[in-house]
Antibody
Framework: QVQLQESGPGLVKPSQTLSLTCTVS??????????WTWIRQPAGKGLEWVGR???????SYNPSLKSRVTMSLDTSKNQFSLKLTSVTAADTAVYYC?????????WGQGTTVTVSS | DIQMTQSPSSLSASVGDRVTITCRAS??????LNWYQQKPGKAPNLLIY???RLQSGVPSRFSGSESGTDFTLTISSLQPEDLATYYC?????????FGQGTKVEIK
């Protein structure tokens, strides 16, 4: 059974870079046809798709964040990562990683990132 | 971007009631519509995919249907453990977008 776990700093200063990693266990990140995805959720609000990376490494990002987002795969560590540059308080949220194709069937538990000085 | 308009934003119903939540897409999305349940403090959980297919392990009281650009999630008999917020999501085109959510409370 595939499981996902997010990790990274819980506090990031404004204008700095948010870096998160999602570790995949119970299966290989390279096998199958999946989009490895990041979703975020500000406290008390709805879900926002940040972007996705395919097993081949091709990416697609939310245009609202596109210039600031980079995703990557590390197949040797069975991980995928998110970098979001020039963060502001508006980037404060719970960040979830997930797996899917046309739906997201596996989610991490989420990690809270606060942007504050 | 495809806009997903979900209604109602909240509802309160009794145990055993039939509950219906609607999601309308701003354009055709074929059947690329998913429903998720999110309990307080937890990650979302996939209930329905491809508009009407029940995810493995999800109780059969949950069902989904579609009519054009209108999609419906139905809980046939509300249970106490169904207290949650429900979201629709389109995966027809990027950026994938979600409805605003429907908070379901138990009377």
């Amino acid at each position: 059974q595939v499981q996902l776990q997010e990790s990274g700093p819980g506090l990031v200063k404004p204008s700095q870079t948010l870096s998160l990693t999602c570790t995949v266990s119970g299966g290989s990140i390279s096998s199958g046809s999946y989009f490895w995805t990041w979703i975020r959720q500000p406290a008390g609000k709805g879900l926002e798709w940040v972007g996705r990376i395919y097993t081949s490494g091709s990416t697609s990002y939310n245009p609202s964040l596109k210039s600031r987002v980079t995703m990557s795969l590390d197949t040797s560590k069975n991980q995928f990562s998110l970098k979001l540059t020039s963060v502001t308080a508006a980037d404060t949220a719970v960040y979830y990683c997930g797996r899917g194709w046309t739906s997201m069937d596996v989610w991490g538990q989420g990690t809270t990132v606060t942007v504050s000085s | 971007d495809i806009q997903m308009t979900q209604s109602p934003s909240s509802l309160s119903a009794s145990v055993g009631d039939r509950v219906t939540i609607t999601c309308r897409a701003s354009q055709s999305i074929s059947s690329h519509l998913n429903w998720y349940q999110q309990k307080p403090g937890k990650a979302p959980n996939l209930l329905i995919y491809d508009a009407s297919r029940l995810q493995s392990g999800v109780p059969s009281r949950f069902s989904g249907s579609e009519s054009g650009t209108d999609f419906t999630l139905t809980i046939s008999s509300l249970q106490p453990e169904d207290l949650a917020t429900y979201y629709c999501q389109q995966t027809y085109s990027t950026p994938w977008t979600f409805g605003q959510g429907t908070k379901v409370e138990i009377k």
